[in-house]
Every structure is written in structure tokens, then in C-alpha cells.
């Protein structure tokens, strides 16, 4: 045998390390309010969902949950302010497609702004 075999072994230290799932989760919240709006979203929303049960799982080798958590909270915000971009757009669209065939007449708030002042 030699003398490193005979040697005790020095105790190694584990940090804790942060969940790429977490990171993953929070770079796509953010992507979803510039790049890629709604599926961004979802994706940050799952990632988030699965970094916080990963991080759960092994909390003496993984950290992140409050970037798991910030990036869950920024997808949800954006799902809520495109479900209500949708509503808007579809109303806007519904309301010109009943105008243009007669069947409504505009509104007396909207009548400005389609004689351009």
C-alpha cells in the first residue's frame, strides 16, 4: 500500500448550490416581458413549480427557492396581463367587426377618434 492510501482523508465541504431549474425559471420570467410573452410564461411558471419541489427534495445541497419563487411570480403576472391584453383585443375586434356590418352603431365616446380630432 502506499502512503496515501495509509493517509486519513481530509472531511470535504459541500456547499449548497443554487438549482439551475430556479435560475432557468427566473431568467424566462423576465424573458417573458421582452422575448417571449405568453409561453415564457407557462415555462417559468413549470420550471418554477419544479425547482421549488427539487429544492425541497435536497435543501442541504440546493438553494434558490426565492429565485424559483420571483420567477413564478413574474410569469403569473405576465398570464394575468395577457389574459387581459386578450379581452381588450378581442373587444376591440368584436366591436369593429359589428360596425363595419351595421349591425352597432360606435359609441359616442368613440366617435373622436375615428373623425381624427
Do not use: D, H
Amino acid at each position: 500500500m502506499t502512503e496515501e492510501n495509509l493517509r486519513p482523508q481530509e472531511p470535504q465541504f459541500y456547499y449548497p448550490r443554487t438549482s439551475s431549474m430556479a435560475v432557468f425559471s427566473l431568467v424566462l420570467g423576465i424573458a417573458s416581458y421582452v422575448v417571449i410573452p405568453l409561453l415564457g410564461a407557462i415555462a417559468a411558471i413549470i420550471t418554477g413549480n419544479l425547482a421549488k419541489k427539487e429544492i425541497q427534495e435536497n435543501p442541504e445541497v440546493l438553494t434558490g427557492e426565492g429565485l424559483a419563487r420571483w420567477g413564478m411570480i413574474l410569469g403569473w403576472v405576465n398570464v394575468g396581463i395577457s389574459i387581459i391584453g386578450l379581452c381588450v383585443t378581442l373587444a376591440v375586434v368584436v366591436m369593429t367587426v359589428l360596425t363595419a356590418l351595421g349591425l352597432i352603431s360606435l359609441p359616442l365616446l368613440l366617435i373622436p377618434l375615428t373623425n381624427g380630432g
